[in-house]
């Protein structure tokens, strides 16, 4: 594949990524929380519970999946959107480089 090739199709692997992240970003909205929250997973007595049947590892993994599952909405989404778009084009144009 021709390299003016390669860089157009790295353009246009941008140009949708990037003009859908800001669409999202634009457009959504952040979740919101029930009229208290969700007061269990706050409070020190249910975290110590969870440490005393789990470990600390039990912790780990909780605070993580709490991370990642809040990566998929809102407006947060639309940052992750836009680290994917510049992941794939810069993979992409790698992948398909020519070698001598």
Not at 83 to 96: G, N
Request: charged share 15%; proline share 4%; glycine share 8%.
């Amino acid at each position: 594949m021709k390299r003016s090739t390669r860089l157009d199709l790295v353009r246009g692997i941008l140009m949708v990524g990037l003009t859908s992240a800001v669409a999202v970003f634009f457009t959504a909205v952040d979740p919101a929380a029930g009229p208290l929250g969700n007061p269990q997973d706050d409070s020190k007595i249910y975290r110590r519970t969870m440490e005393m049947v789990g470990g600390t590892a039990n912790l780990v993994a909780s605070d993580i999946t709490d991370w990642l599952t809040g990566l998929w909405h809102g407006r947060t989404l639309a940052y992750t959107l836009a680290v994917l778009t510049v992941v794939a084009a810069y993979a992409f144009f790698f992948i398909t480089e020519d070698t001598p």
